[in-house]
């Protein structure tokens, strides 16, 4: 597949932040022309106007040159890409609220890994020991219902 220009490049991240080519003149301080003008391969930015694009942009000049992908395009998902741009977009609020989701969802992963552990070891433990028949016969027993509870109390 042959490489973007850069103008495509420039066009694809001004669409996914949904700008259009006034508004990112607006935060360059430029015309709206201008960035037709780039995007169209017309003209370039200077390398001062590059800095400040790829700042407003959120990229790195290299991944806005073509010269090679981003680290996080390399080795995250699209999902997982998208889940980074909605955090870096959204409020501080929102980031923290995020992040008190994440840390919830990380304790219970921990939670959940702990319990599968301890019942495998446990079950390793009575299988490999002489508790076995034991413990099955246990497992076969009845335990009190409430009805059970309810009939002694009558009886006495």
Known sequence: MAEKKFGQRMT??????????????SRMGVKANTISNWEKGISRPNLDQLCQLCQILSVTSDSLLGLEEPPMERTLTLPEQAIIRIYRNGSDES???IFAMLEQFD??????YETSMLADCATEFIEGS???????????????????ADSQELDQ
Do not use: I, N
Not at 12 to 25: H, I, P
Not at 130 to 148: F, G, I, T, V
């Open 130 to 148: 002489s508790m076995r028949e034991e413990w099955e016969a246990h497992k076969q027993e009845r335990l009190p219902s409430d009805d059970d």
């Open 95 to 97: 980031k923290r609220a």
């Open 12 to 25: 694809e991240l001004r669409e996914s932040k949904g700008w259009l080519q006034r508004d990112v003149a």
């Open 107 to 112: 304790r219970l992963q921990v939670k959940l």
